[in-house]
């Protein structure tokens, strides 16, 4: 039972147009939400975070935005760079004293220049 | 610097050999986490401690033992590795569990034959 979906294995953009990674959950529970990068050899590295509170946060290029309805969080990067290239990890927690953390399977990601 | 390290990085071990993949973190993070990465099926925790003496389950602990006996460190045991077992092992830690962002290790690559 995949609680968190990434349906995109991959997406290629060109650099400094927008990119839009799309990620959506099952588990009404979840009410924290976080991006990871992460490149070949080395661990994944957080992005962006948001509480389920809000519907967007932003920071720099990245922003985040929460559609609690329909279950769907998408990641926007504009400008595109082509060290964004990587793959992103959509990830959630529930409240209460749940404190797992369940990982989409991730989006590569590739900047062309 | 702060950092999160893995030992050993790279290992190669046979079937039912017990071995120990050691993680310890510099930040006097109280939240630990051990993650396995398979391709198609993303990242998936197996083990999380709130602190020290601390530990549960994540989503696929069956075959994996930890502890947590001093808050800077949390060792993931294979008290008899299988072939299934054979991963992308990462480390993580945070200094709570729920809106700080984990620190991931660099990777332990394991192959179990």
């Known amino acids: 039972d995949q609680q968190v979906k990434q349906n995109s294995p991959s997406l290629s953009v060109q650099e400094g147009r927008i990119s839009i990674l799309n990620c959506d959950y099952t588990n009404s529970m979840f009410d924290y939400f976080l991006w990871y990068k992460k490149y070949p050899a080395e661990g994944p590295t957080f992005l962006i975070s948001?509480?389920?509170?809000?519907d967007k946060n932003e920071d720099g290029r990245f922003t985040v935005f929460l559609n609690k309805s329909a279950k769907h969080l998408s990641l926007h990067i504009v400008p595109s760079q082509p060290g964004d290239s990587a793959v992103y990890f959509c990830?959630?927690?529930?409240?209460?004293?749940?404190?797992?953390?369940?990982f989409g399977k991730g989006t590569l990601l590739t900047v062309n220049p | 610097e702060a950092q999160v390290t893995q030992n050993p990085r790279y290992l190669i071990t046979v079937t039912g050999k017990k071995l120990t993949v050691t993680c310890s973190q510099n930040m006097n993070h109280e939240y630990m986490s051990w993650y396995r990465q398979d391709p198609g099926l993303g990242l998936r925790q197996i083990y999380y401690s709130m602190n020290v003496e601390v530990t549960d389950k994540g989503d696929v602990p069956e075959g994996y033992k930890v502890s947590r006996k001093e808050k800077r460190n949390f060792p993931l045991i294979l008290e008899s590795p299988s072939p299934n077992q054979t991963s992308l092992y990462f480390c993580?830690?945070?200094?709570?569990?729920?809106?700080?962002?984990?620190?991931f290790g660099p990777g332990t690559r394991l192959t179990v034959l």
């Open positions: 993580a830690s945070s200094l709570s569990a729920r809106t700080d962002t984990q620190y």
């Open positions: 990830a959630a927690s529930a409240g209460g004293s749940n404190y797992k953390l369940t």
């Open positions: 948001i509480s389920s509170i809000k």
